[in-house]
């Protein structure tokens, strides 16, 4: 029992008593103190955990991997090893590739390239339209069968903005218990905006991008999932006033969840004073009030997830003038860290919290099999470990990610992720990459459809 065994001694865990795990053929065998003196521990591999806390791997519910088609942005591998060294054990990746990912083809094609990078467990999002142009509903129902099982639906990048199209997709995705996840800004209240429209727009004379915009699609499309009894995703809220309107729209029972982004929770638009490109995201940087809100809405569950928006740019994209540079910031080596620092180091969350917001929430929400679940006997070996003490300066340069493009260079942040098990296997160790899981071949894997129950 020796090989792919590994005792976990005295780790604390999600932020509570030490206890030791017993991991063996890609399965926690046992939790608790005793563990170490298990027969079953013989010959298996001691990591020593004090100080550390355990938790259950991230789940990421928004992230570009850019492959296929932006490969000199990232690539599925690049893009995985970067999400195993931040604590994840599952991405969803974006459909905005080239081609879009909008046919059974695509999707089935980043699964494979998810499974050969063997990382972390890489679902695609399929495209709500085709070539995510808005006018054209995607072969929803065939992604969904594929092998790639897609169960949530994005043209993230861009708003579904026709109420008949997000009505109709809304309605389909109930037949296979999918979700739509908008990416909300009514486009027109947008045209040629280039940050948050408020005091530090005018200042610098540049235009704005209200909070409006976003607001009233949220509001929209609440009331449409109310209408056809489906479920909705709400990517990356930025503002206060769409903080209301979930706390509203969930008082009222309305099947919606919803992600925040890290640098949401930290940065604001007084950034944007430098003009450094680094700062243009998709949607802005608001203000101190809103990262305010967005905390306390995380802290109280209206807002349910994490989700990193990993947006992964080459230089010469974002190295360049304010109004020509690409919008997005890199995320999944900073998500653990920023989160540690804006509602853990704040008194705003616990570790336990911290597990509901990055894995379990994600998991239910994606309708991901095997991820999210508690660290117990007999349940997968998705776990972290970190180190809650650490401090490090960010340095994109050290990063796996092809994207020089993190907001936080130069910050010094909380915690590093020591350890990542996923299946069971080391994916990091002593905070490095270690090696990828060899998964087995297709037909032998379980589906990942219908596993989870909840909203
Ligand atoms: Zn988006």
């Known amino acids: 029992m020796a090989e792919n065994t590994y005792l976990i001694r005295g780790a604390a865990i999600l932020g509570g008593a030490a206890e030791d795990l017993l ?28 100080g550390l806390v355990a938790l259950p791997g991230m789940v990421d519910v928004h992230t570009h991997l850019r492959e296929p088609g932006r490969e000199d942005a990232e690539t599925v591998e690049t893009g995985t090893r970067a999400a195993a060294l931040g604590g994840f054990t599952a991405v969803h990746a974006m459909a905005n590739s080239n081609p879009v990912a909008d046919t059974a083809g695509v999707v089935e094609q980043v699964h494979s ?23 054209q509903l995607a072969e929803l ?113 309305i099947n919606v969840t919803a992600e925040v982004t890290p640098h949401h929770l930290l940065l604001t638009d007084d950034l944007v004073r430098s003009y450094d490109p680094v700062y243009k995201v998709n949607p802005p940087l608001r203000t101190d009030a809103d990262v305010q ?8 569950g209206t807002i349910d997830v994490v989700g990193t928006d990993h947006a992964p740019h080459p230089s010469e994209h974002k190295e360049c003038e304010w109004a020509q540079a690409a919008m ?5 080596e900073t998500a653990l860290s920023v989160v540690q620092a804006t509602m853990i180091e704040t008194g705003l969350m616990g570790w336990d919290d911290f597990a509901r917001v990055t894995s379990i929430a994600p998991a239910v929400i994606g309708r991901v099999a095997d991820q999210g679940r508690p660290l117990e006997a007999g349940e997968p070996a998705n776990l972290i470990l970190v180190d809650p003490a650490a401090r490090w300066t960010v340095d994109p340069h050290k990063m796996a990610t092809m994207g020089r493009n993190s907001p ?11 350890a990542t098990f996923f299946r069971g296997h080391p994916t990091v160790l002593d905070g490095k990459l270690n090696a990828p899981y060899r998964y087995p071949a297709y037909q032998e894997t379980t589906g990942a459809a219908g596993a989870v129950s909840g909203n």
Request: with cysteine.
């Open 23 to 50: 991991i063996s053929a890609g399965v926690i065998v046992e939790r608790g103190t005793g563990a170490a003196t298990h027969s079953a521990a013989a010959g298996a591999t001691v990591i020593e955990a004090a």
């Open 113 to 135: 390239l998810g499974r050969a990078a063997g990382w972390v467990d890489v679902r695609p999002v399929g495209a709500v339209t085709v070539g995510l142009a808005g006018e």
């Open 141 to 253: 129902g065939a992604m969904a069968d594929s092998r790639a099982q897609v169960r949530m639906f994005s043209d993230d990048g861009i708003c579904v903005h026709d109420p008949v199209l997000m009505r109709r997709a809304l309605e389909y995705v109930k037949a296979f218990d999918g979700v739509v996840a908008q990416h909300a800004q009514e486009p027109r209240l947008t045209a040629g905006a280039q940050m948050n429209e408020g005091a530090v727009s005018a200042v610098l004379g540049l235009a704005g991008w209200p909070a409006v915009a976003e607001e009233s699609i949220i509001a929209r499309d609440v009331l449409l999932a109310q209408h056809v009894d489906s479920r909705l995703h709400v990517c990356h809220v930025s503002t206060a006033g769409s903080v209301e309107i979930i706390r509203w729209a969930k008082a009222r029972g």
């Open 293 to 300: 809100a967005l905390r306390a809405g995380l802290a109280d």
């Open 328 to 332: 997005g910031m890199t995320g999944l």
């Open 408 to 418: 936080f260079k130069g910050k010094e942040l909380p915690g590093a992720v020591v």
